[in-house]
């Protein structure tokens, strides 16, 4: 990176001087206003540009010089290109690098909020909150319920730790939103999308959806699977759909999304149509771009986040930061038989105000998925039998 500083009469004059020696290469760092001889002001502008800008004279093969060799074109081309392969590089590591700044800057965000807070822990309280602790219901939500539990009118029961625990229970059961479940209609067909990070058990959640539905009532089910990255991905639904009696479609274009649906309408009575998504980082929002187009078409769909409990709380979280952009409708937990604590079914529906959907707690399609419930949450989290 080289910097170098620009005068100029007035601005427009100064940003010609820099796009005469770097194109548009150039990062303004800084303007300033300065007084030359107390009648008269100049602009002076301080500007990054990389180390390696190419000229901005480059010829194009139609400007090829009449005197200058083929050689010399092609090496300068070969410059060009090697400045904007490096150039990409460095845009993918500044997105790289604004994301993880965001990230830091929200965790340094969250330790201030919460530095502290939980000091002054009434001690009937102590114990719950440490059981709490365990089952990893993170430190703000603690903070909150603490402090209701600190406004509570003192009685002789309050000495009780049960007491606390009750009221607690109460605080937590209001706290958590439970999303409506994914159902079959008769007069209308309801569209939902299952999104997530890669294994999360989206499309084993799929399954168990639609055997569930189908064990009730024979309904007319359209599964699509948007898979495009793993070969043979779509093959485990195709064979269940098979099975299960269920319409299925592969596609590898979202576009592909609303003439099916169409065309499905048109032959059957469609009530449900489920879209099947490949598994996506959380790095950045640039992974789930593509995926914005579920959003951009006449029907309206409903889109679900599964998120996999066997995942560190930051990992989740930053599934939901980078999928939220998507708009969630529900959250579904998986692997809660592979997980010790469920806390974070807690922390993360709280903290993004998203309601949760279901909970999976097995591999089996048979008898392995539940419809949430706020007493099933609660539950888990405070080990209740
Ligand atoms: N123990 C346990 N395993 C599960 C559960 N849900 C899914 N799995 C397993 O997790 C693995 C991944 O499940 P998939 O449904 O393929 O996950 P996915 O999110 O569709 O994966 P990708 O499409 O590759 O991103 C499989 O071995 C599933 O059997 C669950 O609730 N508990
Ligand atoms: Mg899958």
């Given at each position: 990176?080289?910097?170098?500083?620009?005068?100029?009469?007035?601005?427009?004059?100064?940003?010609?001087?820099?796009?005469?020696?770097?194109?548009?290469?150039?990062?303004?760092?800084?303007?300033?206003?300065?007084?030359?001889?107390?009648?008269?002001?100049?602009?002076?502008?301080?500007?990054?540009?990389?180390?390696?800008?190419?000229?901005?004279?480059?010829?194009?093969?139609?400007?090829?010089?009449?005197?200058?060799?083929?050689?010399?074109?092609?090496?300068?081309?070969?410059?060009?290109?090697?400045?904007?392969?490096?150039?990409?590089?460095?845009?993918?590591?500044?997105?790289?690098?604004?994301?993880?700044?965001?990230?830091?800057?929200?965790?340094?965000?969250?330790?201030?909020?919460?530095?502290?807070?939980?000091?002054?822990?009434?001690?009937?309280?102590?114990?719950?909150?440490?059981?709490?602790?365990?089952?990893?219901?993170?430190?703000?939500?603690?903070?909150?319920?603490?402090?209701?539990?600190?406004?509570?009118?003192?009685?002789?029961?309050?000495?009780?730790?049960?007491?606390?625990?009750?009221?607690?229970?109460?605080?937590?059961?209001?706290?958590?939103?439970?999303?409506?479940?994914?159902?079959?209609?008769?007069?209308?067909?309801?569209?939902?999308?299952?999104?997530?990070?890669?294994?999360?058990?989206?499309?084993?959640?799929?399954?168990?959806?639609?055997?569930?539905?189908?064990?009730?009532?024979?309904?007319?089910?359209?599964?699509?699977?948007?898979?495009?990255?793993?070969?043979?991905?779509?093959?485990?639904?195709?064979?269940?759909?098979?099975?299960?009696?269920?319409?299925?479609?592969?596609?590898?274009?979202?576009?592909?999304?609303?003439?099916?649906?169409?065309?499905?309408?048109?032959?059957?009575?469609?009530?449900?149509?489920?879209?099947?998504?490949?598994?996506?980082?959380?790095?950045?929002?640039?992974?789930?771009?593509?995926?914005?187009?579920?959003?951009?078409?006449?029907?309206?769909?409903?889109?679900?986040?599964?998120?996999?409990?066997?995942?560190?709380?930051?990992?989740?979280?930053?599934?939901?930061?980078t999928f939220s952009t998507l708009g969630i409708q529900s959250l579904v937990f998986t692997k809660l038989d592979e997980s010790w604590s469920y806390g974070d079914i807690f922390n993360l529906s709280r903290k993004w105000s998203i309601p949760v959907g279901y909970l999976s707690v097995?591999?089996?399609?048979?008898?392995?998925?539940?419809?949430?419930?706020k007493e099933k949450i609660i539950t888990r989290i405070f080990d209740i039998k």
């Amino acid at each position: 990176m080289r910097i170098k500083t620009f005068e100029a009469v007035n601005m427009k004059e100064a940003l010609k001087a820099v796009k005469n020696e770097f194109g548009n290469e150039a990062v303004i760092l800084k303007t300033r206003q300065k007084d030359l001889d107390g009648t008269s002001q100049a602009v002076e502008l301080t500007v990054a540009t990389p180390s390696e800008v190419v000229p901005n004279n480059i010829d194009t093969l139609s400007g090829i010089d009449k005197d200058k060799s083929l050689v010399q074109y092609l090496g300068n081309l070969e410059k060009k290109i090697n400045y904007l392969t490096d150039e990409a590089i460095r845009q993918d590591q500044f997105f790289d690098l604004v994301n993880s700044v965001d990230e830091l800057r929200v965790l340094l965000l969250e330790q201030v909020q919460n530095k502290g807070q939980l000091k002054d822990v009434p001690v009937p309280c102590r114990s719950l909150v440490k059981k709490l602790q365990l089952a990893g219901i993170d430190e703000a939500s603690l903070y909150e319920l603490v402090k209701y539990l600190k406004s509570l009118p003192e009685s002789e029961e309050s000495l009780d730790e049960n007491f606390y625990q009750d009221n607690a229970i109460k605080w937590m059961l209001s706290s958590i939103k439970i999303a409506p479940a994914i159902q079959a209609f008769d007069s209308t067909t309801s569209i939902h999308a299952v999104v997530g990070p890669c294994g999360a058990g989206k499309t084993s959640f799929i399954s168990k959806l639609v055997n569930s539905i189908k064990k009730k009532s024979d309904r007319k089910i359209l599964v699509i699977s948007y898979d495009v990255k793993k070969l043979g991905s779509a093959e485990q639904l195709r064979i269940f759909s098979k099975i299960s009696d269920t319409y299925f479609e592969s596609i590898n274009d979202l576009s592909q999304v609303e003439p099916l649906i169409k065309k499905y309408s048109k032959e059957q009575d469609l009530q449900l149509v489920i879209i099947d998504t490949d598994g996506r980082g959380a790095k950045s929002r640039e992974e789930v771009e593509d995926l914005k187009q579920l959003n951009n078409g006449i029907l309206p769909i409903d889109i679900h986040l599964v998120l996999s409990c066997t995942e560190k709380y930051v990992q989740m979280d930053r599934a939901v930061r980078t999928f939220s952009t998507l708009g969630i409708q529900s959250l579904v937990f998986t692997k809660l038989d592979e997980s010790w604590s469920y806390g974070d079914i807690f922390n993360l529906s709280r903290k993004w105000s998203i309601p949760v959907g279901y909970l999976s707690v097995g591999q089996s399609i048979n008898k392995d998925l539940q419809r949430a419930s706020k007493e099933k949450i609660i539950t888990r989290i405070f080990d209740i039998k």
